[in-house]
């Protein structure tokens, strides 16, 4: 089957019409659009009367009609001959993208309101163009032009289908994206809405996809949390009404992230149907799946309408961000893999997509602000001789920065930390051999700054009411150009005079008094989305002006955890809490779509700065190389017995980051489930190698040993295992296990197999 295929059909259909008793014979003719890819199916069709209805998404099924699925024999769901009840077709009839007033009192995909008030929309279908490839996502603003994080593709890695409908009355033209992956599972839609009327309409809600599902058998999986216990995964029954997450912060938010699934109730790690859909956006974003009136699921999800408005005037485009929706038939399991592979290959890019990232040291649980440039010369040193790459000064090397009371936005060298500037510092740490990162905080302003002195108008606020401090800093307003240009020209400047090869661009709180001193009171409900395009701007500028800059992704920890982050930096600082234990189930979570090459983890020292909590240095090493891998903590002060452990776990980590950063994971232990323990296989692509790490949470009697079965493996290979020397074959080693033993509280073993012949 091609990717795309769209066929005409015109077929006679008869229909019981119980007024008259009798059959009535009818003629339908339709657009039938069906997306293909390897081992899944989706269908539209465009019917005779313009409704735009959703046929089926599932398992693929090789067959050009399915229209058979949409039922027009029977009651209601008939709109050519249902005339004196459309209500009922339109409340009952699955759409692909539902309008508000018309009849269907779901849950809307889009929502305006006109000049004169009126909000209701009625989108029919107008045509359809196939492209191969893909398209980019931008926006255009008064002042410039703003990509929208996407996915890419070249012709023959994807085709795209865009379908366009139009509401008659206003003008109102809305563009579907299907994107159809040839290799992988995945579908990304996107939507475009152009002003065709002659007059301005103002979107109060746009989604980005909408699927109605046929039933509503499923499980709903989200990711939630607070700081410092981001994207644990929570699983409930789907219900009558609505269920969902959404963001109000203005970032994706520590609290919910823009990922869910939904699942049916039997499905695990490795069977059952999985549905996973992510958001490729950082702002606020709403995902809800509604159980209806017939036990049927509309699932939405897009930017949230929330305090959201944006005004289109005549001949403007509003474009909304895109949503991967992955679909797998082999668990929860495929469906991470399809969206781990889907970023790898389709979203990270730039110097380190392909590469293993440089081991690092980061001095902020080491100093916090109580360091100076000897302090830091000290540290690498130390790190240097054991190996690490990369020493990254974190928050405090600007304006007079000695707590978190100042100078955000005073992005220039701290000289009574840092006498010689930061070349002195870059030059130095480079004759150790060393790379040299530094910490930004690029989109705050600290009401004790040179910047809010010159100028107080630039924090996001509005007039007459308090604005609200939290970390004792404000948020820019990131929607003008001009604010952007001076942070971007002050980090320019930074950039341009040492060698800093990373940079850590964090965002420690949110938006509070979302009100901008630039723009209209009709443009004002903008200000959400715009601030994250501007973010999105400048964090395109600085990848394009640094090519080979490392960016990592940083929001008071894994607040902004998310596909759009991704596009722009090739890693994440997953979270704040770096105890090993705590972090299985952040890792855990985060790994449910994003890839573990994503996932800045770092060894901290004990007892761990969060929780308190002591492990086994190992333990910590073998947590974190299943993401960026490096070491937060004063490595001169450390145990030394500590410290002798760390060349050894930077040549694990590099023997096993290629296996991890490209291969297959699969998730074996649930630490959810009974809090004992944890385990997880990393396979490679060919099925030639593996490594399997266990990690046991709290020790328990007559449960020395566990046997534990592998998965990811191929199940006629022989493989050895390299802490034992046994060889036995992949059927055994996952059909029947492996036993663990481990004495004691948060231990943990890592072992490696590689295929013999
Ligand atoms: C946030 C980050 C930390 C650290 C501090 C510095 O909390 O998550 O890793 O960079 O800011 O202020």
């Given at each position: 089957m091609k990717p795309i295929t769209v066929k005409k059909i015109k077929k006679e259909y008869s229909r019981f019409v119980w007024q008259t008793n009798s059959n009535e014979i009818f003629t339908e003719e339709m657009t039938l659009f069906t997306l293909t890819s390897p081992g899944a199916t989706y269908a539209l069709a465009a019917l005779e009367s313009g409704h735009l209805a959703h046929v089926y998404f599932g398992?693929?099924?090789?067959?050009?009609?399915?229209?058979?699925?949409?039922?027009?024999?029977?009651?209601?769901?008939?709109?050519?001959?249902n005339e004196r009840d459309m209500g009922t077709f339109m409340d009952t009839t699955p759409f692909e993208y539902p309008c508000h007033?018309?009849?269907?009192?779901?849950?809307?995909a889009v929502m305006i309101m006109d000049g004169k008030g009126m909000s209701a929309l009625d989108l029919r279908y107008v045509s359809h163009e196939i492209i191969p490839g893909k398209p980019l996502l931008s926006q255009k603003l008064e002042d410039c032009e703003i990509c929208l994080p996407a996915t890419f593709a070249e012709n023959g890695e994807a085709e795209t289908l865009a379908v366009t409908l139009e509401d008659?009355?206003?003008g109102l033209r809305v563009i579907l994206y299907y994107t159809v992956f040839t290799e992988l599972d995945v579908i990304a839609r996107s939507v475009r809405i152009v002003n065709g009327g002659n007059e301005a309409v103002d979107i109060r809600r746009v989604m980005s996809a909408c699927v109605d599902f046929d039933n509503d058998e499923y499980d709903f999986i989200t990711l939630n949390g607070s700081w410092a216990r981001e994207r644990v995964m929570e699983r409930c029954r789907l219900h009558h009404g609505k269920q969902g997450v959404d963001s109000?912060?203005?970032?994706?938010s520590h609290q919910n992230n823009p990922f869910t699934a939904l699942v049916s109730h039997t499905a695990d790690e490795d069977m059952g149907e999985a549905y996973g859909f992510n958001l490729v956006y950082s702002g606020n974003f709403f995902a809800q799946a509604e159980v209806t009136q017939h036990k049927k699921t509309r699932f939405v999800m897009g930017i949230?309408?929330?305090d959201f408005s944006w005004r289109l005037e005549p001949a403007a485009e509003f474009t909304a961000p895109e949503v991967i929706m992955v679909y797998s038939d082999q668990g929860i399991g495929k469906m991470s893999r399809t969206f781990h592979d889907l970023y790898r290959q389709h979203l990270i890019r730039g110097e380190y997509k392909d590469k293993r990232r440089p081991v690092l040291i980061n001095n902020w649980e080491a100093t916090y602000f109580g360091f100076d440039e000897n302090k830091l010369i000290d540290i690498a040193k130390e790190a240097s001789s054991l190996g690490i790459e990369m020493l990254v000064m974190d928050?405090?090397?600007?304006?007079?920065?000695?707590?978190?009371?100042?100078?955000?936005?005073?992005?220039?060298?701290?000289e009574k930390k840092l006498p010689g500037g930061l070349k002195k510092l870059a030059d130095e740490v480079n004759k150790l051999g060393m790379k040299l990162g530094i910490w930004f905080e690029p989109e705050m302003i600290s009401p004790d700054s040179e910047l809010y002195k010159a100028?107080?108008?630039?924090?996001i606020q509005i007039k007459g009411l308090p604005m609200t401090q939290s970390r004792q800093q404000y948020v820019l307003d990131y929607s003008r150009k001009e604010v952007r240009d001076c942070i971007y020209g002050q980090m320019r400047e930074i950039l341009d005079n040492a060698n800093i090869e990373y940079i850590k661009w964090d965002m420690n709180r949110q938006l509070t008094?979302?009100?901008?001193?630039?723009?209209?009171p009709e443009r004002q409900r903008e200000l959400w989305h715009r601030y994250v395009l501007g973010v999105y701007d400048v964090m395109e500028r600085l990848i394009t002006d640094y090519p080979k800059l490392l960016l990592e992704n940083c929001s008071g920890g894994g607040?902004?955890?998310d596909p759009g982050m991704l596009f722009y930096s090739?890693?994440?600082?997953?979270?704040?809490?770096?105890d090993a234990i705590e972090r299985l189930k952040i890792q855990h979570g985060t790994s449910i779509c994003y890839p573990a090459s994503a996932m800045g983890a770092h060894v901290s020292d004990c007892p761990?700065?969060?929780?308190g909590r002591s492990t086994p240095f190992e333990t910590r090493g073998n947590v974190a190389m299943v993401g960026t891998f490096g070491y937060e903590l004063d490595v001169t002060r450390i145990p030394k017995e500590d410290r002798e452990k760390i060349p050894g776990q930077i040549e694990m980590f590099k023997k096993y980051n290629p296996l991890i950063r490209t291969g297959d994971q699969y998730r074996i232990g649930?630490?959810?489930?009974?809090?004992?323990w944890d385990a997880w296989v990393f396979a490679a692509k060919d099925k030639s190698e593996a490594v399997f790490t266990f990690v046991q949470v709290l020790g328990r009697p007559n449960y020395r040993s566990r046997r534990i079965k592998l998965k990811?493996?191929?199940?006629e290979k022989m493989y050895k295992?390299?802490?034992?020397g046994e060889i036995h074959s992949g059927a055994a080693l996952m059909n029947c296990g492996i036993n663990v033993s481990l004495d004691g509280d948060f231990k943990s073993k890592v072992v490696y197999f590689s295929a013999v012949n």
């Open positions: 398992k693929r099924a090789d067959d050009e009609d399915l229209s058979y699925l949409l039922r027009l024999d029977e009651n209601p769901y008939t709109p050519k001959v007033g018309i009849g269907d009192y779901r849950e809307p008659k009355r206003t109000v912060k203005g970032e994706s949230n309408h929330f928050d405090g090397w600007f304006g007079h920065r000695d707590s978190d009371n100042s100078s955000l936005g005073d992005w220039f060298v701290y100028h107080p108008d630039w924090a008094e979302v009100g901008s001193n630039a723009l209209p607040a902004r955890f090739p890693q994440i600082w997953a979270s704040d809490d770096t761990n700065h969060t929780v649930n630490v959810f489930e009974d809090n004992m990811g493996l191929a199940p295992n390299h802490d034992s």
